[in-house]
Every structure is written in structure tokens, then in C-alpha cells.
């Protein structure tokens, strides 16, 4: 072969590896170009709900910053929550934001940015009529209700065992679709306690006041939540990074935090 044809042979194989295997920090290519298109399941107030028929939250508000950040145009698709990983993972989506709990579950399904860290709280109807005392053996006998598949049902399937190792009555565990569906089991008496993150407990106890209250202390506060991407996705990975440090570095990440009056125990930057 000559060193003409040699030399042709290696260009062109140059140039079919940079179109297959593009230059690292380059940027990610987006389902839709132009846009961040992301799935979430509007369901867990403040976090993501629909609200006089608008997709709203924390959540919504920090991808819509984060996104002109990174200058792109968010592009919503809403769906069950037991359906965002499947749609990652089939290219429907660009990532994942609806408040994600971080498991080692999900982590073995897709990579995670984290972006804010979260306990929980036992909510019941106001004045307490079953008296629980916080998530302890008071809930034995109970009837709690959790958002499905979410972390609250592993967590209340979780005492459910501590019951019985105690010898105690079993928990019945209610799964509900979102998280206020949850409370108004909770307010008809249908169910006894809800297990709710601590800024939806503060939501809900500032938009139903004098209907519920929180008991116990707040627990598991070190459950980190965060924008999920696809397994090896490293340039979405960098994009979202990226983009939360610009916010954190002007202002807004920290703006957000009190608008939605979380505890300043969320902020993980």
C-alpha cells in the first residue's frame, strides 16, 4: 500500500471516530435540539404539581433558571412517576427532574446530580385523635399513608417490620398516586398519619392550616434528591453541573430555597 493510501486510510478513520465518538466536553446533545426536555411526574407539592392547570414547584422554577442558564428551552413531559426511568432510558427524555430521592436502587439504573437534601415528617389530622408521637412504634396498628413507589413507602414498609419484630399489630400501608391525595386520606380519616418530606409538610402546613400537624422529629434528613441522567451520559452530567453552579454563584439557587420556604437544612451548596 502506499504511503498515499496509508495516509487517506488513517484521515478517514480520524474522521469517522470524531463523528461516532465526539470530543470530550463537548455538549450534550438534546432529545429535541435547543431543548432540555425532561420528564416529571407533577404530583409532589412544592416540588412539582399542577396548580389552576399549570406545571409549577420548585422543581419547575429551578429548571427553568438552570436551563436559561445553560441556554437551552425546557420542554416538560409529564408522566407517572413509575414511568421517568423507563423513558431515560429509552431516549425519550433528556433527564429526569422530579425530585428524585438518590437509592442505591435508582443508582444502579441511572446517574444522579444532586441538587438539594431532605427529611421527612409524620403528618396526622389536627389534634392527633390516634396520638402518634413521630415515626417510632405509635404508628404499630396504624393506617399510613405513601405516595407509591416513592421513598416514603419503602420507609413506612420499613417500620411495618419493626412492628412486627416487636411483636406489635402490622402497619397497613395506603399507596396513593401524589402526595396530596396522601393528605386527604389523612384529613377524612381514612388514613392515620402521612409520611411527607419536610418542605411539603411546611406547604402543606401553610396552605391547610388548622387542618393537620407534624409529630415527631423530622427524620432521614440526609436523603439527598436530584436530576437524573442516563448511565455514561457525562456531558449531560457536566451541562447540569454547570448549570447549578452558575445559579449557586448568582444568587438564584439560594432565591428559590426561600421562596418556596424550605429550610435553609436543604441547601447543599
Known amino acids: 500500500m502506499s504511503s498515499q493510501s496509508l495516509l487517506f486510510r488513517r484521515v478517514r478513520t480520524l474522521m469517522f471516530a470524531l463523528t461516532v465518538f465526539p470530543l470530550a466536553g463537548q455538549a450534550a446533545e438534546t432529545i429535541a435540539p435547543g431543548k432540555l426536555t425532561y420528564g416529571t411526574a407533577a404530583t409532589f407539592m412544592p416540588f412539582e404539581f399542577m396548580k389552576e392547570g399549570k406545571l409549577t414547584g420548585f422543581d419547575i422554577d429551578l429548571i427553568n433558571a438552570l436551563s436559561k442558564e445553560i441556554q437551552l428551552t425546557p420542554a416538560p413531559m409529564p408522566m407517572e412517576f413509575k414511568g421517568l426511568i423507563p423513558a431515560l432510558q429509552g431516549k425519550r427524555l433528556?433527564?429526569?427532574?422530579?425530585?428524585?430521592?438518590?437509592?442505591?436502587?435508582?443508582?444502579?439504573?441511572?446517574?444522579?446530580?444532586?441538587?438539594?437534601?431532605?427529611?421527612?415528617?409524620?403528618?396526622?389530622?389536627?389534634?392527633?385523635?390516634?396520638?402518634?408521637?413521630g415515626r417510632d412504634l405509635s404508628l404499630c396498628g396504624k393506617?399510613?399513608?405513601?405516595?407509591?413507589?416513592?421513598?416514603?413507602?419503602?420507609?413506612?414498609?420499613?417500620?411495618?417490620?419493626?412492628?412486627?419484630?416487636?411483636?406489635?399489630?402490622?402497619?397497613?400501608?395506603?399507596?396513593?398516586?401524589?402526595?396530596?391525595?396522601?393528605?386527604?386520606?389523612?384529613?377524612?380519616?381514612?388514613?392515620?398519619?402521612?409520611?411527607?418530606?419536610?418542605?411539603?409538610?411546611?406547604?402543606?402546613?401553610?396552605?391547610?392550616?388548622?387542618?393537620?400537624?407534624?409529630?415527631?422529629?423530622?427524620?432521614?434528613?440526609?436523603?439527598?434528591?436530584?436530576?437524573?441522567?442516563?448511565?455514561?451520559?457525562?456531558?449531560?452530567?457536566?451541562?447540569?453541573?454547570?448549570?447549578?453552579?452558575?445559579?449557586?454563584?448568582?444568587?438564584?439557587?439560594?432565591?428559590?430555597?426561600?421562596?418556596?420556604?424550605f429550610p435553609d437544612s436543604v441547601a447543599i451548596f
Open 143 to 261: 393506617n399510613i399513608a405513601v405516595t407509591l413507589g416513592g421513598i416514603e413507602e419503602s420507609q413506612a414498609r420499613a417500620d411495618n417490620q419493626r412492628c412486627l419484630d416487636a411483636k406489635k399489630p402490622a402497619i397497613n400501608v395506603m399507596t396513593f398516586p401524589a402526595a396530596t391525595d396522601s393528605a386527604v386520606a389523612v384529613a377524612q380519616g381514612r388514613a392515620d398519619a402521612e409520611f411527607l418530606s419536610t418542605p411539603g409538610t411546611v406547604a402543606l402546613l401553610t396552605e391547610k392550616a388548622g387542618m393537620f400537624d407534624a409529630v415527631g422529629e423530622e427524620f432521614e434528613a440526609d436523603t439527598h434528591i436530584a436530576f437524573a441522567v442516563r448511565k455514561g451520559d457525562t456531558a449531560t452530567h457536566a451541562l447540569l453541573e454547570k448549570g447549578l453552579q452558575g445559579l449557586v454563584k448568582n444568587g438564584t439557587y439560594t432565591q428559590l430555597i426561600k421562596k418556596w420556604n
Open 94 to 133: 433528556d433527564i429526569i427532574n422530579s425530585a428524585m430521592y438518590v437509592n442505591p436502587a435508582r443508582a444502579a439504573q441511572v446517574d444522579f446530580v444532586p441538587y438539594l437534601k431532605i427529611g421527612s415528617r409524620v403528618v396526622v389530622r389536627k389534634g392527633n385523635p390516634e396520638k402518634i408521637t
